[in-house]
């Protein structure tokens, strides 16, 4: 499935970067160019990385300034 129509990257793409060791969405934006032109796939691409990153696994969606805000998850 794409996720970054703008530089057709795949899930499968991001799943392979997460595993060679991408621990953020700049990390997979470095390693796959996805999140680069439009930014539309930034959210899935946080997503992704936060569902599928060994070292995030288990820690929320929430940006670190929405976290020190206080105003994690309100939308999502
Ligand atoms: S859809 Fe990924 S940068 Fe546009």
Do not use: F, W
């Not at 057709?8 to 990390?27: F, M, P, S, Y």
């Not at 936060?50 to 670190?64: I, L």
């Amino acid at each position: 499935m794409y996720v970054c129509h703008c530089n057709v990257v795949t899930d499968r793409d991001i799943l392979e970067a997460i595993a060679n060791g991408a621990q953020c969405v700049a990390d997979v934006a470095r390693a796959t160019g996805a999140g680069r032109t439009c930014g539309n796939c930034v959210d899935s691409l946080r997503d992704l990385v936060c569902k599928h990153c060994p070292v995030r696994a288990g820690r929320t969606t929430e940006r670190p300034a929405e976290r020190e805000l206080g105003v994690a998850g309100a939308a999502r």
